[in-house]
């Protein structure tokens, strides 16, 4: 099972406050003994939302928001992407995890959709063509 793990945002993290050599030491060897564990396919730290932006979609209208944007507590600032077997073991990897911040934070775990999970809407054809995307992206290095 694949997890997407991610911090919420802070006011700290949103001001672009960059981490201690402390919790930057700590993460690493973190991500370390996750990498050795074969549990981490992915994580990245993001910068505050004042350097990105929303496209919202109304039918065929797009319209681009600049950042930054209001709601910290509902912002990301940074992610893993874990495979483990259960949620309850994807749970207690995250517990060991560094706090990210000086205050108190959240990090949220949701599932990621895998094909099979789509039943048979996703049909053959369309399973075929996520299949070579994914070789694609797996050879382009992504």
Request: aromatic share 8%.
């Amino acid at each position: 099972m694949r997890f997407m793990v991610m911090v919420k945002a802070t006011q700290e993290s949103e001001a672009g406050t960059m981490p201690e050599e402390e919790l930057l030491t700590a993460m690493g060897k973190y991500n370390e003994e996750l990498v050795k564990a074969g549990v981490m396919l992915a994580g990245e730290g993001l910068q505050p939302s004042a350097k990105g932006a929303r496209i919202r979609f109304s039918g065929k209208e797009r319209t681009v928001i600049d950042g930054p944007f209001a709601e910290t507590k509902e912002l990301i600032a940074g992610f893993w992407i874990m495979q483990t077997k259960s949620l309850e073991e994807c749970i207690e990897w995250v517990k060991r995890s560094p706090n990210p911040f000086r205050t108190d934070s959240y990090i949220e775990i949701r599932q990621v959709f895998e094909a099979e999970d789509f039943g048979d809407e996703f049909t053959p054809e369309a399973r075929a063509a996520e299949e070579r995307m994914r070789e694609q992206m797996a050879k382009q290095g992504h």
